[in-house]
């Protein structure tokens, strides 16, 4: 199972699930996804702002993730069964539910894991 957290990661190419065969062809696909979101930029000089990040286009990618995280995050939110459980991992590990339910009303998307390294 995957987490917002390490959607976020895929998208910014930061992710170090190395086990999965798929990854090299999802990392060409965000490639080139990234690139025509690239070519496609035209205001106030933001296709040059991102010149030397090609041909990964980090830079582009962790920016598109600060701009569209909300939308993802009501995405899988307001999409999912009513059924759906959403967990709460501890800082000690421990795992609870969370009384959050299905397209909650929450200000902002939770971001206390986006920025923590990967072992």
Known sequence: ARSFADIGDIIRGKD????????DKLEENLKTIFEKIHSGLT?????????GDA??????????????????WRALTCHA???????????????TESAMGKCAK???????FDYVPQY
Do not use: F
Request: hydrophobic share 25%; proline share 5%; net charge positive.
């Open 55 to 72: 041909p990964y286009y980090y830079q582009l990618r962790e920016d598109w993730w600060e701009a569209n995280r909300e939308t993802i």
């Open 43 to 51: 205001k106030n000089g933001a296709k040059d702002h991102y010149e």
């Open 81 to 95: 069964p009513e059924s759906a459980k959403y967990k709460v991992i501890g800082a000690d590990g421990s795992i």
């Open 106 to 112: 929450v200000t902002g998307v939770p971001t206390n």
């Open 16 to 23: 170090l699930y190395i086990r999965n065969k798929k990854k």
